[in-house]
C-alpha cells in the first residue's frame, strides 16, 4: 500500500467559503483603488535573485531559492515590491506612475511561522519625482481595510529613519548603531543595557527614553518634545503628527499609535512606515512605507511609496459575507440527460449553484437548497 504524502509545506486546499472571502475582497479592494487612478498589473511569479538583493540580508535569508535551466539564480516571489521597483527602473518614463497590484507571496522557513508561507497580497505602489503621495497611500491603507470588514484593527505609524537619527545626534558609534537598532525594535531592554555599557550615562539614560516613544499619538509626541530640540527629529514627528490628524479627520473611531522606535526587515524603507495589526493574529494584516530603489547598473534612484494587504490573513479575520448562491441539485436518468443538462444551465444564469446527479439514494437533501427530478416518464 502506497503512503500517502502530506501536504508540502506552505500548502493549504481552501474550501468555498474562504476562497470567496478572498475573492471578494480582492474585487472591492481593487475596485477602491481603481477610483483613485491605480492601474491594476499582476508581478512575476518568479524573479531574478539578484533584483531581490535589496530586500536585505533577513529577507534574502527567507526566499525561496532555485537554479532555472540558464544557471542563474531565482526565487519565489518574495516581495513584489521589488520586482515593480526594478521594472520601473528599465523604463524611459519617470514621472508619476501608481500601480495596484494583486501577487502570490512564498517565503521560506521563519522562526514565527515554522513553516513556508504562502499567502495573496492586494497592495498599490506609486513612483514619483515630486511632492508626496503619504497621505493618499495611507488613506488608502484604511479604506483597504475598512473593506476587509475586520474588528478591533490597530494602525501604527513609524519613521525608520527616527532611531538611526537619533543615535547619531547622540555620537553613537556606526558600529553600535547597527547592533542596538534591532534591540530598540524588540524592546529588549536588558540586552540594549549591556550593549551600551561604554556609552556616557546621558546618553544610556536619553535612550532608554527613547525605548517608550511608542503608543498613544499625543502621549508620544508630547513625551518627545519635551526632551528633544533637534530640527531634524522634530520635523519627523510634527511629520507623523500631521499624517494622523489627518486619518483621525477621516476616521475619528480609528486605532492610531505612532512607533518613534519601529525598524523593518526590509533594509530598502527610508521614511514613513505603516503597519496594521489585529488582536486575532501574530502576522501583520498590512505593512508598507516609503523608499528609495537605487539601481545597481544605472545609479538610478526612484522614490515610491505603497503597500501590501494579506489577503488570505485577512479573509480568515473578515466578516465579509459573500453573496450566497442557492445550491439546487436536478437528479436525472441517463435517458433525461440532456434535458437535465439544458434546465442546468438555465438554473445557473439565474446565479444559482447547479449540480447534475443522477443517483436519488446518494443525495443529501441538506446539501442542497432546492431538488428538482427529471426522469424517465416526463415529456
Known sequence: MTQRQPLAQGMSIKGKEIYSK??????????????????????????????MKSSGKEAQQNMIKFIDPFGDIMVLQADPTMSLAHYMSKQSETSLRKFAMVSSVHRAYTLQSKRHEH????????????????????????????????KDVVIELGHVMFMPSLLQTLRVPSVLIEQILPLIQAKDMPLLEA????????????????????????????????EMNDPLLLGIVDELNQLSNYLKQLNPKINLILDFTTQKSLSYYQGLTITAYSPQSAQPLLSGGRYEYKEEES??????????????????????????MSTIAIITTPEKKLQALFKANEYRTLGNRVHVLFDEDEVKTTDY???IVIDKEQA
Open 369 to 371: 437548497d432546492q431538488m
Open 299 to 324: 545609479s538610478l534612484s526612484m522614490t515610491a511609496i505603497g503597500f501590501g494587504l494579506n489577503v488570505a490573513l485577512c479573509a480568515k479575520l473578515s466578516t465579509i459575507q459573500p453573496t450566497k
Open 22 to 51: 478572498e475573492d471578494a475582497l480582492i474585487y472591492t479592494t481593487l475596485k477602491c483603488f481603481d477610483s483613485y487612478g491605480y492601474d491594476v498589473i499582476e508581478p512575476p511569479s518568479i524573479e531574478y535573485y539578484d533584483v
Open 119 to 150: 499567502f495573496k497580497q492586494v497592495g498599490i505602489e506609486v513612483f514619483y519625482d515630486q511632492g508626496n503621495f503619504d497621505e493618499e497611500v495611507c488613506e488608502l491603507a484604511l479604506k483597504a481595510l475598512e473593506l476587509a470588514q475586520i
Open 195 to 226: 550593549s551600551m555599557i561604554d556609552l556616557p550615562l546621558q546618553v544610556q539614560k536619553i535612550i532608554k527614553k527613547a525605548m517608550t516613544w511608542f503608543g498613544p499619538v499625543e502621549n508620544v509626541v508630547d513625551k518627545i518634545k519635551s
